[in-house]
């Protein structure tokens, strides 16, 4: 089984930054993509940034030139860089990983989530 585990949430006035980490524990056998969504109260979870293993991204269209992702395969990380964040930033931040155990299985791991709050 592959379990992932989150850090870096918290709460920041608008404007602040702030950098979620996710790691990756279990038997990979390789990533094919690695990537943050969040979901804020009353609404559905949305695609916040996203690699693949090519490294071809995306980012959703509110967060561009303000988050960068960045991932490190081997280390099985992938860390969501966040600036000038903005209220409607406020959100359950989740990270999620697809790939291949060891066994040759796929994998689709998600986080427990982390809170991020932004004040106004």
């Known amino acids: 089984q592959v379990q992932l585990m989150e850090s870096g949430g918290g709460l920041v006035q608008a404007g602040g930054s702030l950098t979620l980490s996710c790691v990756a524990s279990?038997?990979?056998?390789?990533?094919?993509?690695m990537g943050w969504y969040r979901q804020a109260p009353g609404k559905e979870r949305e695609l916040v940034a996203r690699l693949d293993r090519g490294g071809s991204g995306n980012y959703a269209d509110s967060v561009k030139g303000r988050f960068t992702i960045s991932t490190d395969a081997s280390k099985k990380t992938v860390a969501l860089q966040m600036n000038r964040l903005k209220p409607e930033d406020t959100a359950v931040y989740y990270c999620?990983?697809?790939?291949?155990?060891?066994?040759?299985?796929?994998?689709?791991?998600w986080g427990q989530g982390t809170q991020v709050t932004v004040s106004s």
């Open positions: 279990g038997s990979i056998f390789r990533i094919n993509s």
């Open positions: 999620n990983i697809q790939g291949l155990r060891s066994d040759l299985r796929s994998f689709d791991s």
